[in-house]
């Protein structure tokens, strides 16, 4: 029986050809566009972390409720002492210092006077340390456009999108003029060593990379940082994890009647971030259930078409004796060969356009030019193990589904009339 139905699913291809592709075009969608949406809300999620949040970070209370205006006077300090103590209890993480600070920068002409002048996003980081985990953080070697990385003290790098606003070229003298962390005015002068496109709109829009040292000397800060960030060595975020590490750093450390006492924060806690992870959790689920929806609608509609065109058919069949159920049981059956059929073919178109959009992905720049999000320009797709199964969820249950609700109309059909039908 199994062969019989085989060979009239390929004869007839009413019942296979077009029912497959239907399958095929709704698995491949559901495919790339659950690959798509883990990618870009993975880079999200990758780019936050290594540019603003870290897996966890570490602040002072008020600091953190005023952190949008980068109050520098509230910033943590005795932080050699805090990062030398988290690199001894905690040396599974990668653990650093940095300093968030605002101001202009100066570009003067030939003879000293002010030849341009642009707001800064400044972000000190510890660009020369021997053993600085920033570099494998920051891909400052990858986003290299001109000249090159800080070499000794004094240097800084700056965008290239405001370099070319600015008209500086790396050798330059700049001035930045800013305020110490006592409020005072800052004024120092450094020496442009290279520019830097991240591909991230946030960050290259006008950010400057200091060294944290000649931050610290320029703003006042000694042994202060505005916060100190820690990530898993995998750079993997692990909300269990990071939530376990935050509870244990603030039992300890953190004082709630002290404003100026430590205190840690996880990924999920900054920004938002909590409704992104969750809905980067659930979007799988989504995209599944709006396809099975979709297409059990779709293949309910050709069932019934199917089922009117087969009529004589199913006639026959009942009238020599074949039972409902089993004639039932056996539309079920063709349903699903046919899903799982669709579900192949189109998992494999889809992994492979997936991993296409992967390496190359699309350029979303132009529409991004005054997001504030960390997101790269271009949005690329991601290969994930549940790539290659979740479109068998709408491909075989859809059609299942499809199947079962089309199929009710043989039950319907009354063996009196048989005779009759098939004379006419």
Do not use: C
Request: glycine letters at 12%; charged letters at 20%; zero cysteines.
């Amino acid at each position: 029986m199994i062969t019989f139905v085989l060979k009239g699913l390929l004869r007839d291809r009413s019942r296979s050809f077009f029912p497959v592709l239907m399958v095929t075009a709704g698995v491949f969608l559901t495919v790339v566009l659950y690959g798509f949406m883990q990618g870009v809300l993975g880079d999200l999620v990758s780019s936050t972390a290594k540019y603003d949040t870290g897996h966890v970070k570490i602040t002072t209370r008020a600091w953190r409720e005023l952190a949008d205006q980068t109050p520098n006077d509230l910033a943590l300090m005795n932080g050699d002492a805090i990062l030398a103590q988290l690199r001894q209890q905690e040396g599974d993480m990668l653990w650093t210092g940095r300093i968030r600070f605002g101001g202009l920068l100066d570009v003067p002409d030939a003879e000293g006077e002010t030849r341009a002048q642009g707001p800064v996003a400044g972000l000190a980081l510890d660009l020369l340390g021997s053993d600085s985990p920033e570099k494998s953080i920051f891909p400052l070697e990858d986003a290299l456009v001109r000249g090159h990385l800080p070499r000794e003290k004094g240097e800084i790098l700056i965008s290239e999108a405001f370099a070319k606003g600015l008209g500086a070229t790396p050798g330059d003298r700049v001035t930045l003029i800013g305020s110490t962390m006592y409020g005072a005015m800052a004024i120092a002068n450094f020496t442009i060593a290279g520019t830097l496109s991240f591909g991230v709109v946030a960050l290259d829009r006008g950010m400057i990379l200091v060294d944290l040292r000649d931050a610290q000397a320029a703003l006042d800060m000694e042994d202060t940082v505005s916060e100190i960030v820690g990530f898993s060595r995998d750079m993997v975020y692990s909300k269990k994890k990071m939530a376990s590490l935050a509870a244990d750093f603030n039992g300890k450390f953190s004082r709630g009647e002290d404003e100026f006492s430590p205190f840690m924060v996880t990924l999920g806690q900054q920004n938002g971030l909590e409704e992104y992870l969750i809905y980067a959790d659930s979007m799988g689920l989504i995209i599944v259930g709006i396809f099975v929806a979709a297409m059990s609608i779709v293949l309910w509609n050709s069932g019934l078409m199917n089922g009117l065109r087969r009529y004589g058919e199913i006639g026959v069949r009942l009238a020599m004796g074949e039972g409902k159920g089993r004639l039932y049981r056996w539309m079920v059956f063709e349903s699903l060969i046919i899903g799982l059929a669709g579900s192949v073919a189109g998992t494999a178109l889809g992994i492979a356009v997936t991993r296409y959009l992967q390496y190359n992905g699309l350029d979303f720049g132009s529409l991004l030019s005054q997001s504030s999000l960390m997101l790269p320009n271009v949005f690329r797709a991601q290969v994930t193990p549940a790539s290659y199964v979740i479109g068998f969820f709408p491909g075989v249950f859809a059609s299942v589904l499809g199947a079962l609700f089309a199929g009710i109309g043989i039950f319907r059909r009354q063996t009196a009339q048989l005779m009759k039908e098939l004379e006419s």
